[in-house]
Structure formats: C-alpha cells, structure tokens
Nanobody, 126 residues
Framework: VQLQASGGGLVQAGGSLRLSCAASGRTFTNFHMGWFRQAPGKEREFVAAISRRAYGESTRYADSVKGRFTISRDITKNTVYLQMNSLKPEDTAVYYC??????????????????WGQGTQVTVSS
C-alpha cells in the first residue's frame, strides 16, 4: 500500500494550491481518507477528512480551514484532493494524506490512521 502526495509549493498569502494524494496497492473505496499537517515544532494536526462511499462521502474540517479548504475524492483514480484557497502564513506546514477504517467519529485523530503518504511541503509567504 502506497500513498503519494503532491501539489505542495510556495504561494503568497491569499493564493491557492491543490494537493493530490494517489493511492496504490489496493482500492480505498471502503476507507476514509484524510489530510493532516505538521508545522515545525508543532504536533501533527487534523485538516480534513472525507468518508468512504458507504457513508455518502461526508466531509469534516478543522475549524481553522473551514470555508477555505475543500476535500474531495475520485474513486476511479483512487485519489483524494485538498483544494486550499485563501491561504494564510499559518497554513505553512508539511501536509500528509492518510487512510483509515476507523469509525467516522474518530477521523480527526492521527493515531487512528494506518497508512500515510510521505508529505508535501506547503509554504505561504506573507
């Protein structure tokens, strides 16, 4: 099982980026998929998650990104996306994608995710 994250980069405050996470090795239709981020000197924090299809592809967001970030998934490509708009300097971090089969209520906890991508750096300049 592999998760390959991409799409990070350097952007000015107010700009946009779209992260992608392509999964391989198995089909993740029955998995919830999520994005987390970790800034230097800080703990890894939840960003967004999208539920498996059986749950209607519900979404959940951290309060800090609500209204600015959108998570989506393409089942045919086994890929999850994170569209990030109105970026702020405090969004600067390494962003990780991950998958889990934990109950949907617990998807905001990184400890519940079994498979992780390698991370992609997002830097927002002021």
């Amino acid at each position: 099982v592999q998760l390959q994250a991409s799409g990070g980069g350097l952007v000015q405050a107010g700009g946009s980026l779209r992260l992608s996470c392509a999964a391989s090795g198995r089909t993740f239709t029955n998995f919830h998929m999520g994005w987390f981020r970790q800034a230097p000197g800080k703990e890894r924090e939840f960003v967004a998650a999208i539920s498996r299809r059986a749950y209607g592809e519900s979404t959940r967001y951290a309060d800090s990104v609500k209204g600015r970030f959108t998570i989506s998934r393409d089942i045919t490509k086994n890929t999850v996306y994170l569209q990030m708009n109105s970026l702020k300097p405090e969004d600067t971090a390494v962003y990780y994608c991950a998958v889990t089969q934990i109950l949907w209520a617990y998807v905001d906890n990184s400890r519940n995710f079994a498979y992780w991508g390698q991370g992609t750096q997002v830097t927002v300049s002021s």
